[in-house]
């Protein structure tokens, strides 16, 4: 393993930093431009980029001592119910998946442990972390882990709130050049294009939410433009231990590093501390006027009056994972990657499987495995985006190449449409409508109608051989089955269904097709649909050469 405090010096790489939810724009425009000759001192430099080594790194752990909170209470009679089960609600709206984080945070007594790999600094990124730091204020224990790549510019904030007692954050493989950070990439790329994925946060030990969700407006239909379809699930039971344990695995792990062993750009005091408090509670007194709040009034967990409430679904789960240090493994092996371990799942099948996966560059072996599958005898159904709908045209430019082989081999293969449904948009009195477009950001996996992973992993290389991924795999043929109902009824309403077909009766050379159905009208694309011939242009000629294994 490496060691935490080695000076990372090497022979600077050119490369591509991490494609994946377009979080690399934040790094454009960073290297300064008005000499060469800087620029390539400043090259040299970062090749050999220190890390700090003079902090303290403690460890700690998850409270489990929390059988008298009132989450504990609100849980007791199911969990005398289904002792050592877990039980699951899944969270596919935007608001409710807010309003499900919020609910937590603000019933949460001793704990809360969460971890991310994108936090905006918008409507609802905002909301969330004063209200994190007003649980810390009546003392409960808040472990904030953030990947570092998206921490750029939030320095200072993130100081400031890591100055409270009870407020701690950490961040995974940091950034030596915490100013210029586009210079790691270009320097240490072999380390820093290594990020954590995970998603979660938990409450009191006892309650946790996992899946595909990062924090930002666009993942909470809080936003007018594009709104992801995300799917995340609450866990009660034994899945929230479980997810604890990951948590503490990666808190005090070799690749986190305190945020206090980076020096802040001004020193932070109480007095900053406390003017931040007051600049955050001014913010949240208009968040409480805004539309979006009311329309949070209005959702199916906002009316609950504790967790304890919703409709779980019991039955046997388990979370699985990426070691932390899965970056320092060459090879992919079930003891340390999450992948193998899905391709275990995936075998199980024996009717049906379902794989929703947003970035989605299966590659030659991977293709192979699922015209496996259906040759045995299994219905393969995958949902991917549409090039109109992918946030991440890189990513389709990789995926595209493998649509022919998959269709040919009896996979079913839909594309997410970059329209919302109406339906999903119109909110009470029509204060609020949420976003106009949609992209497919959801990670779900479905067997055989009974069971389901939801989580962070993507079905491309990034998640498989370089990001640290987790997932919740749990028994509930009532999500499976309706998942599975929903290609066969709504699949053209929602989805484009692809297929191959001759160009013409007399000939034997094949074109992709795309059938829709629109106010019960039926319609069938031979190009991209929703595109331009620029859009497919650069798709197209990004594919003869983009590097999969970057994606």
């Known amino acids: 393993m490496r060691p935490p405090h080695r000076l990372y010096c090497r022979p600077f790489k050119l490369g591509m930093p991490p494609a994946n939810e377009s979080v690399v724009k934040s790094y454009q425009n960073t290297l300064p431009s008005n000499s060469l000759v800087v620029v390539v001192v400043l090259l040299v430099l970062s090749g050999c980029a220190t890390l700090p080594k003079d902090f303290e790194r403690s460890e700690n752990f998850a409270i489990q001592d929390t059988a008298d909170t009132k989450i504990a209470r609100d849980l007791a009679p199911l969990a005398a119910k289904y002792p ?47 209200r994190l730091l007003v649980a810390a204020n009546r003392g409960v224990r808040v472990r904030l882990l953030l990947d570092d790549l998206d921490t750029a510019g939030k320095d200072q904030i993130l100081h400031t709130l890591d100055f409270h007692p009870s407020f701690e954050i950490r961040v995974f493989n940091p950034f030596a050049n915490r100013n210029a950070r586009t210079l790691d990439f270009i320097g240490d790329l072999s380390r820093v294009n290594h990020r954590m994925h995970n998603k979660s946060l938990t409450a009191d030990y006892l309650a946790t939410i996992v899946g595909g969700r990062n924090i930002g407006d666009e993942y909470f239909d809080a936003t007018p433009d594009v709104g992801f379809t995300d799917w995340d699930v609450i866990g009660v039971g034994q899945i929230a231990k479980e997810v604890s344990g990951a948590f503490d695995e990666y808190w005090n792990s070799e690749w986190v590093y305190p945020l206090s062993a980076f020096k802040p750009a001004q020193p932070i005091t109480e007095e900053s501390l406390t003017a931040f408090e007051k600049s955050a509670e001014e913010f949240i007194e208009e968040a409480r006027n805004s539309a979006y709040n009311e329309a949070l009034k209005e959702t199916s967990i906002a009316r609950l009056s504790h967790v304890g409430e919703l409709p779980f679904v019991w039955g046997r789960s388990v979370l699985v994972y990426d070691h932390p240090g899965k970056a320092d493994t060459e090879e992919i092996k079930s003891d340390t990657h999450l992948g193998p371990k899905l391709r275990k799942a995936f075998e199980s099948s024996q009717q049906e499987l379902i794989v929703v996966s947003p970035y989605f560059v299966p590659g030659d072996a991977i293709v192979e495995f699922f015209v496996n599958l259906v040759e045995r005898g299994v219905r393969v159904i995958i949902l991917t985006n549409s090039l109109a709908a ?40 029509n204060k609020y409508i949420g976003s106009s477009r949609a992209s497919l950001h959801a990670k779900a996996f479905a067997i055989d109608q009974r069971y389901m992973f939801v989580g962070s992993f993507n079905l491309d290389p990034r998640s498989i051989a370089l990001n640290t991924e987790m997932g919740v795999v749990f028994e509930a043929p009532e999500y499976a089955a309706a998942l599975s109902k929903g290609f066969d009824e709504l699949g053209e309403v929602k989805t484009y269904r692809l297929a191959l077909q001759k160009k013409s009766p007399d000939s034997e050379a094949e074109q992709l097709v795309w059938h829709s159905r629109k106010d019960g009208e039926k319609i069938v694309y031979t190009k991209e649909p929703e595109t331009s011939w620029w859009n497919r242009f650069v798709a197209g000629f990004m594919s003869l050469f983009v590097p999969e294994s970057q994606l």
């Open 390 to 429: 992918n946030d991440v045209p890189l990513v389709h430019a990789g995926y595209m190449r493998y649509r022919d082989d998959l269709l040919r081999g009896g996979v079913e293969l839909h594309e997410f449409k970059p329209t919302v449904i109406a339906g999903n948009r119109e909110k009470k009195n």
């Open 84 to 130: 050592e089960q877990s039980g699951v609600y899944l969270l596919n709206k935007g608001m409710d998946a807010f309003a499900a984080r919020m609910a937590l945070i603000e019933t949460a007594e001793k704990s809360l442990d969460v971890q991310y790999y994108i936090w905006h600094h918008d409507l609802t990124g905002k909301v969330i972390l004063q």
